[in-house]
């Protein structure tokens, strides 16, 4: 056996030994995203800023946008009236 046959051979067994910790990590990565769509609609809903938002992920603003509105089933928050909109 050539050392690229027991390198993949090792790869092979380490896949197949954490699979079960790894299927793991997926369900919680899962619960995690759904509790942060959950949020950033929360926000949304509110009046939060995209920006405000992008500043606690520690991500730029179109990072954001690009994960989560899509996400959004629909953004119901209202935008203050300004200007000739108000009157």
Known sequence: M????EALAALAAHRADTAPARAQLDRERAKLDALDVEHVAACR????????????FGVAQETV???YKPKLAV???????TGKEAS
Do not use: C, H, M
């Open 45 to 56: 809903n509110a009046g939060v800023t995209w920006q405000a938002i992008a500043d606690v």
């Open 2 to 5: 050539t050392a690229k046959d």
């Open 65 to 67: 946008i690009k994960k």
């Open 75 to 81: 953004e119901t928050r209202v935008r203050p009236k």
